[in-house]
């Protein structure tokens, strides 16, 4: 049974930093497509960045050059390192998984099978 349990919310002002981590768990890790993902209250979720089992990554326009996926396979964890955080960002993060997502659909949420419960991110200005 694939588990995913994320870590490392929280609430800071803008300009800082935090990071994610999503422990995982009940498949061949690096076997997986994994991402972040977030949802805002009264918005649709919203890819963030991924990270293809073949080691591609994408992120989306609103957070490239400010936040960092990575992944640590002796650990079976994902990170997400959010850098130069805006109120924007507030959202609750999602960790997400699947076995294989093609290049077009990386950032879509709709086509990811396992989903962590999340964990919540809020920056004050």
């Known amino acids: 049974q694939v588990q995913l349990v994320e870590s490392g919310g929280g609430s800071v002002q803008a300009g800082e930093s935090l990071r994610l981590s999503c422990a995982a768990s009940g498949y061949r890790y690096n076997s997986y497509s994994m991402g972040w993902f977030r949802q805002a209250p009264g918005k649709e979720r919203e890819g963030v960045a991924v990270?293809?089992?073949?080691?591609?990554?994408m992120y989306a326009d609103s957070v490239k050059g400010r936040f960092t996926i990575s992944q640590d396979n002796a650990k079976n964890t994902l990170y997400l390192q959010m850098n130069s955080l805006k109120p924007e960002d507030t959202a609750m993060y999602y960790c997400?998984?699947?076995?294989?997502?093609?290049?077009?659909?990386?950032?879509?949420?709709?086509?990811?099978?396992?989903w962590g419960q999340g964990t919540q991110v809020t920056v004050s200005s």
């Open positions: 990270i293809r089992s073949d080691g591609r990554t």
């Open positions: 997400s998984a699947d076995s294989w997502v093609s290049a077009a659909y990386l950032l879509n949420p709709h086509v990811y099978k396992y």
